[in-house]
C-alpha cells in the first residue's frame, strides 16, 4: 500500500516535471521560429523571437487548457467510442463499480469501441472526471475473472492519477504536431503564391515590375524556410514530446498491474488476461500511435505488427514481464 500511496505522489510530481519539459521545448521552438522573422536589413533583432516564444507559449496554454478539460470527448470520439448504459451491460457495470467503490473513487462513466482486437484504457482529468473504455473484442474474449482484472488495471490508473499526466501529454504533443503541420501549410502556401505572382509579374521590363517580381521572389523563399521550420517541428520536435510522452508509461503500466492486484486481491484474473492478450493477434480497426500508450496492452496493425512509432520508444513493458511480476506475487517463480 506504501508503494501505491507513494506513486500517485510521484505522479503528481511527474506532471509538473512532464510540464516543464513541454514548456521547455514549445519555448525553443517558438524561440526558432521566431529567428526566421528576426533578420530585418542585415540586423537581427532579439525582441521577435522573444516575442514569438511568448505567444507560442501562450498559445500551448491555451489549447492544453481546452484539449484537457475535454479530453475524455476527444479520445472516445477518435476511438469511435459509444458511453453505455447499465441497461446496455449490467455485468460491465457491476464489475467497474464495484471496482471503484474499493478505490475508494466516483464510478467512472463506461464506453464501449466498436473493435475485434481486446483492449481497454482510461482516460480523463481526475477521479472525477473519468472514463473507460474497453473494446467489443475484449468483452467477448474475457470471462468476469479476466475483465475484473483488467478494469482493475485501469481504475488503477484513475486512481493513481496517471490519467492526468496522459492528459496533458496528448495535449502538449497534439499543439506541437499542430504547429508543425500549420507551418508546413503556410510554407506551401507562400511558395505557390510567390511562384504564381512571378510568373506573372515577370513579362514586363519597367523598374515596378522588376522590383514586383523580386518581391514575389522572397515571398518564395520565406514560405521554403518556413515550410523547412514545420518540417524540422515534425521530424525533431514532434519525436521529442512523444519520447517524453513515452517517458512515464513504462512504469506507470506496471505499478497499475500491481496496484489493480490490489484491488481484486486476486493475481491470476489479471494473469490470465494479459496471457490472452500476449497470445492474440487480432488486428486493431483503428490503428494510432499516439493512443497506444494508454491501452492496457500495444494495438497491432492490419498486418500483425506493432505500429513502428509504438515499438520504437516502447511504451508498455513487454507482457511477459509483467505477468512474471504477477506471478512473484502469487509465489511462483
Known sequence: MDTINQQVKQNRYRTWFVMSGFTILIAIIGFLIGCIFANQNDYFDVMIPVYTMLGFLAGAAIYSVIVYMSVTNILMRSSKAVQLQESDDPQLFNIVSDLAMVANI???????MDDPAPNAFA???DPKHAAVAVTSGLRKMMDREELEGV??????HIKNYDIRVSSITVALTTFIAGAGATLIILGVSLMRGGNWMGFFGGNDRDNDSKNSSYFWLAVLGFGFIIWIGGWI???IGVPIAQIMQFAVSRQRESLADVSGVNLTRDPQGLIDALTLLKDDTTPTS????KGAALYINEPVTKQGRTPFLVKMFDTH????ERIARLKRLLGEN
Open 286 to 289: 483503428n490503428p494510432a500511435a
Open 106 to 112: 466516483p464510478t467512472p462513466d463506461i464506453y464501449l
Open 233 to 235: 517541428i515534425r521530424i
Open 151 to 156: 478494469l482493475a488495471h485501469e481504475i488503477s
Open 123 to 125: 482516460t480523463g482529468r
Open 317 to 320: 513493458p513487454p507482457l511477459d
